[in-house]
């Protein structure tokens, strides 16, 4: 469910406005962090996706694939940093690269939740209508249904998330 180029979903990762050579890094009274504007785009984008992520995977809970949750090796962005302050500038770059790098992973795991709620044949799309019975704003779906993060055609990815000591019809999902 991983994109191969990370730049392929410009609708989302452009709201990230993240280049290592020109981070908005500010100075406040606690430290090093990231613009104010730009952090609170982060926090939506990241606690909005988190809240798709959840209400899929939930509707999937008869399916042993759905239950795969975050852990250390794939953490969400606010556990790399980017909404604390830090001591030095490159500190708080740091911490908003690996944050950055962090939501990439976010946005492959609505994929899979998405994935798994599809028909096997992608021609049911049943994730839309679950998320606006859940209180996901239409304005956040129609936007999800016009971007990569939905689109399971072959050769957007570069792979999935599978756990080999489970038994799983993960491969299943990957084109």
């Known amino acids: 469910y991983m994109p191969k180029v990370c730049h392929i979903e410009s609708v989302f990762m ?3 406005k993240c280049h290592e050579s020109h981070l908005p890094i500010v100075k406040s009274a606690w430290g090093y962090v990231l613009d104010d504007d730009l952090r ?8 909005t996706f988190e809240k798709i992520c ?3 995977l939930s509707s999937q809970s008869h399916n042993p694939e759905a ?3 975050p ?3 794939w953490p969400l962005p606010r556990r790399n940093g980017y909404r604390a302050a830090h001591r030095t500038s490159q500190g708080a770059q740091t911490a908003a690269l690996r944050s950055r790098d962090a939501c990439v992973l976010l946005l492959a795991r609505c994929t899979m939740a998405i994935a798994l709620c599809d028909a ?9 209508m679950i998320l606006s019975q859940n209180g996901v704003h ?11 993060i939905a689109d399971l ?6 792979g999935a998330f599978i756990d080999p000591l489970e038994r799983t019809q993960c491969v299943n999902h990957v084109p």
């Open 153 to 158: 055609s072959p050769g957007l990815r570069v």
């Open 67 to 69: 239950k795969f949750p």
């Open 120 to 128: 096997n044949d992608g021609s049911n799309k049943m994730w839309p």
């Open 14 to 16: 452009a709201r990230l």
């Open 40 to 47: 609170r785009t982060w926090m939506e984008l990241e606690d």
């Open 71 to 73: 852990n250390a090796f």
């Open 138 to 148: 239409h304005a956040w779906i129609d936007v999800l249904l016009s971007s990569a």
């Open 54 to 56: 959840d209400i899929l």
